[in-house]
């Protein structure tokens, strides 16, 4: 089937151009999600109604000879642990359901205001705890490429969105490879902008020296005009960064000439070998548009996957305290606070997010602390002069964005530390709080798509954009989005 | 060897984050957190000395405003969001050990 929406950027010049109403843009998602959405679960919950106003509004705008901004009528999803107020953010758990934020998150009065439109929650693991969105208490979401298979996570009801034609565009958060993971199992381009270029005011928070927010889209292009729109400092964020937005458009159609690219050796071996082949294919990209490309060996990242399985959970049994039967959503009544506490989020929460907050009180507790915590971040710190060694020699690196393509529902859900492994070449950037995006490449194993990923230092957005924009001009076609669902194969 | 977690001790942690678990769930957590805890464990050993701690990734410096009265979010609205409110506030049961 052909998808119903067109790209991002595509849609925002029609649409300013007078040629196409916001309108007919909205119905159009929406008529994909009604028709689709039954089977793929990719969203929590719609905004129909507030987008279908605004959209009114852009062509009243349009129609009156204003501009209604850099994404007029672009219909965009937003992960369900971002804040929109008056309409329900569950970051999929029982313990929000009923709770609606009383403010918008700084990037959806942007996106707002550069007249896009939110029209739904998109599913996520609990809490963006995960890498399959299994681990939601509205159910999983499936990946349109193959409906037995899952979209990755933890932002897969937004990857899954976008790659079935629903949306052009959409929003996850990404705190050790949410984004680009499941961008990579759908085959659509997501990225992980540097750690505080994007505002996470109104983002739920879950490990906080991690977290950021980024989009997905179709293209390289549309990522790049989502990124400027949402991008640059905001007061309301202590750690949002005093920088305008890194405007990554203007350097799409620089080309690689003299730029030098790393590829990541060390990854490659412990990647299947469809996505090291996929790799080695974009190296060669890179390569032929006037790249200089080389191996680099950086051992040290492949410690960062255990130090993240100490800091995340330890961040996020401190933010998650809050869940507590007080302030927000669900409360199991007792006779005395304490029990009403522990009541309240033993129903409340699932047994990931569980896990997780354990494993964190754990870490965090007396005697223990330096053991683990302190560890953690001194190997925080190895991961962090590994990356600064290889920069030092090049402008981007180049590594696969997952070990495999999108595996089976119920394949890891048994094992947290096989399902750990799916974030083992994403990790290490969180934890660097630098910036990378995945981009659809190849078709793999069952003629799954594959993403290569493109790292670059902090605020090297505009050098990773450039260097992504080549890779994906090289790509074969039909390695990406939109696709029609399609049953097991 | 790896610190490996007993029921006992899993049962101690969820009372510590404020977690009612049945014995069966702190069996089967046991075994998975120590799984976990046996991964890490080469990054335990790791030779760090003189390597100092990252707690954040880029420089942070701390951010201050004019101390100038402004507008926050609506009480009512923030209150209608949670479980139980009285009189502007919000209502938990009772806190210390005596009846009310």
Request: aromatic share 6%; net charge negative; hydrophobic share 45%.
């Amino acid at each position: 089937m052909t998808p119903p929406v067109g790209g991002a950027t595509e849609i925002a010049a029609r649409v300013r151009a007078g040629e196409l109403s916001a309108a007919s843009v909205l119905d159009e998602a929406l008529a994909a999600i009604e028709a689709r959405d039954r089977e793929l679960h990719c969203f929590n919950s719609l905004m129909g109604e507030r987008a279908r106003e605004r959209a009114t509004e852009i062509d009243r705008m349009v129609g009156a000879g204003q501009d209604p901004g850099s994404l007029a009528g672009v219909p965009v999803a937003l992960k369900d642990n971002i804040c929109t107020r008056a309409a329900p953010t569950t970051c999929s758990s029982r313990i929000l359901e009923g709770w609606t934020p009383p403010y918008d998150a700084t990037v959806v009065r942007r996106l707002a205001a550069a007249g896009a439109l939110l029209v739904g929650k998109t599913n996520l693991d609990e809490f963006a705890m995960g890498s399959s969105t299994e681990n939601s208490a509205t159910g999983p979401t499936r990946n349109p490429w193959d409906t037995s298979r899952v979209p990755g996570g933890s932002s897969g009801g937004s990857a899954a969105a976008v790659a079935a034609g629903m949306v052009p565009v959409a929003l996850g958060s990404d705190t050790g490879g949410s984004i680009r993971q499941p961008a990579a199992l759908c085959g659509v381009v997501g990225v992980k902008p540097t750690y505080g270029v994007v505002s996470r005011y109104g983002l739920v928070a879950f490990a906080s020296s991690l977290d950021q927010i980024g989009p997905f889209a179709l293209t390289v292009a549309d990522a790049a005009a989502v990124l400027e729109a949402i991008a640059g400092h905001d007061e309301m964020d202590s750690t949002s960064l005093e920088r305008a937005a890194p405007r990554c458009s203007e350097v799409l159609d620089d080309g690689a000439d003299g730029l030098r690219v790393g590829v990541v050796s060390d990854f490659l071996a412990d990647a299947s070998p469809d996505c090291a082949s996929a790799v080695r294919s974009a190296a060669e990209v890179l390569a032929a548009a006037g790249a200089k490309v080389d191996d680099v060996a950086l051992p040290e990242l492949l410690h960062g996957l255990s130090a993240y399985y100490l800091i995340a959970p330890a961040e996020a049994s401190s933010n998650l305290a809050r869940y507590d039967g007080v302030r927000y959503g669900l409360r199991v009544d007792a006779p005395d606070v304490e029990t009403m506490n522990a009541r309240t989020r033993a129903a409340g929460f699932g047994a990931e997010v569980k896990r997780r907050v354990m494993l964190g009180t754990y870490v965090l507790s007396a005697g223990y602390y330096d053991a683990y915590y302190a560890q953690a971040q001194r190997v925080r710190t190895i991961v962090a002069r590994a990356f600064a060694r290889a920069y030092g020699h090049f402008d981007v690196l180049l590594a696969p964005t997952t070990p495999s393509v999108a595996f089976a529902f119920g394949a890891k859900t048994d094992d947290p530390l096989e399902m750990y492994l799916a974030d083992l070449f994403t990790i290490p950037t969180n934890l660097a709080g630098h910036p990378a995006m995945s981009v659809p490449f190849a078709l793999g194993e069952a003629g799954l798509p594959v993403g290569v990923q493109v790292l670059a230092p902090a605020l090297g957005e505009r050098e990773m954009f450039r260097a992504a924009a080549v890779v994906e001009a090289g790509a074969p076609p039909g390695v990406r989005g939109p696709v029609g669902t399609r049953s097991a194969r | 060897m790896s610190e490996q977690l007993s029921s006992e001790a899993v049962a101690h942690i969820a009372r510590l984050a404020r977690l009612e678990i049945t014995a069966e769930e702190s069996a089967t957590y046991a075994g998975q957190l120590s799984a976990i805890l046996e991964h890490v464990e080469a990054v335990r050993r790791l030779d760090t000395a003189g390597v100092p701690p990252t707690s954040h990734a880029l420089e942070l410096r701390n951010v201050l405003r004019a101390d100038e009265p402004r507008p926050c979010l609506e009480r009512d609205e923030v209150l209608s969001g949670a479980p139980r409110a009285e009189d502007g506030r919000f209502l938990v049961p009772r806190i210390l050990g005596e009846e009310p």
